[in-house]
């Protein structure tokens, strides 16, 4: 299903790359008929179809003007239209002039075409440093600046498997200080009944929305005077979040982590040791200063646990040395690139970094790995990919770290590491940390929406910056390499993607609360209470619901938070020391006996199974 709604690989996916981006065209000349006046910017094909940027100037109060629901429809129609015509896309090559001619109404493109004749910029004004050729695409009476490629005519964009979707605002080249533009995003597909299916799973997306169940199931929310990113979680929240945080204990107790504990706060100097300042400078919180020096909060927990590391003498015995900590982590996003709990600015951190000899490397890297494994095992996930990124060249000394002979070295390792541990990967080339490579590790959630939930990566750099070494068996002193791994995300994160994934119906262990006993009437209340107190006592979050409302709404509102069990107990029951359990799922169990209930529970807790 994922591998559908993305396009899928090869062939497929440059088909719907071109049928894509065709329709791009096809949304811009639909609007320039539509309103000619519009000032047009880039229309890119995306993950599950296209967007097109405009500018409609703005109303009598100086707001962007935008378009309504209505419009989107009439634009559809006249993209019916025009696919109707056949007309064919018809590339030509220009120089900067001709371009300019061209596009001599259209003040975006007229930047867009500057950068281009400097060849510093692509069409996109995305930065380049490929040879670049000035190109547009025309079809009818519409041309664009344009590499495409695109179908053959409009003709072949299927009339009814697109789907203009929704208008959002968009900084023009992302800079917030520029114009506002109105972005209108489509969906396209080769069938209707993909374009269905798609529909479909965007529909149910929206119920699992995390920012809206978050709110109904009482898990986190944003306040205002807190301030945009960063999260208040509330009690549901925070036992889920003790849930995740018991789990990687567990886990990495059973690896042989050793856990840290490191304080938001630190010096400058330590950010220039580490090479985040100046460079990272953007992405953290402005400095503090305090009796002449100057302190950061943290954007990542590395340096400290470098820190740690270096504070005694490391033998080749000590190694490998793994240590973990959940660290709270503050990174300035801009506001519009916030996002529910997915982009936050305050974050809890599945951290861990492991010091190993280069011969223990593949070890612990393949060690990493299968904790992946197990987690997405445990989460129900059934597809995920393993992004390897590795450098690329032209980019030692700017992007990456200028040690051509490491990158090389180290890549081959988790090559190497990957295949031998059988373990499916796509090597994407240009993408590394800037201290080495990297795996991210990209899952889908039952409804097939994609989330990048962790990174894995290699650091051949930190360490020597920080002046790691161990004494290895000759009584050399060598430099350790570093691993940093997140295999849970961040609280934020994995919670933002459970919530979605399960729908809200947390598995029992994760279940903020996990039963709730039901009274049949008032009379009963006195052993509903006292089943939920037994409950508790043995480590189980339950309550009774005692309210004034009647059995039925009690039930309602209990289904309502997502509650695993609901027991429910009128005189029978409590005659005979039994329940009659209600699941989340529907299924009834009458008159089972309370010893064998919370034996159930238990059971499921600890096992920290799926099933109810
Ligand atoms: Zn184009
Ligand atoms: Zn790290």
Redesign the pocket.
Known sequence: MADKHNGGEGENAELLHKLR?SA??VMAEAVLQLYPEVKIAI??AIDTGFYYDFDLGTDENGRPRTFSPEDLQEIERRMRQIIGGRHPFVYRQVNADEARQIFKDQPYKLELIEGLSKGAVD?YGNETDVPVVIST?RHDTFE?????P?LDNTGQIPPDAFKLTTVAGAYWRGDEHNPMLQRIYGTAWRNKKDLNEYLQMLEEAKKRDHRKLGKDLEIFIFDDEVGPGLPLWLPNGSIMIEALEDLAKEMELKAGYQRVRTPHLTKEDLFLRSGHLPYYAESMYPPMELEGVRYYVKPMNCPFHHKIYASKPRSYRDLPLRLAEYGTCYRYEKSGELFGLLRVRSMQMNDAHIYCAEEQFEQEFMAVVSLYLEYFRLFDIEKYVMRFSTHHPKGLGKKYVDNERLWLKTEDMVRRAMQNGGIPFVEVSDEAAFYGPKIDVQVWSAIGKEFTLATNQVDFAQPARFDLVYTNRDGQEEIPLCIHRAPLSTHERMIGFLIEHYAGNFPIWLAPEQVRVIPITDAHNAYAESIAARLRDQGVRASADIGQERMNAKIRSAQLMKVPYMPVVGDQEAANGTISLRKRDGSRQNDLPVDQFLALAQERIAQRASAL
Do not use: I
């Not at 664009?144 to 495409?148: I, M």
């Open positions: 981006h791009a065209h229309g890119p069409e695409y664009d600046l344009c590499r495409g695109h």
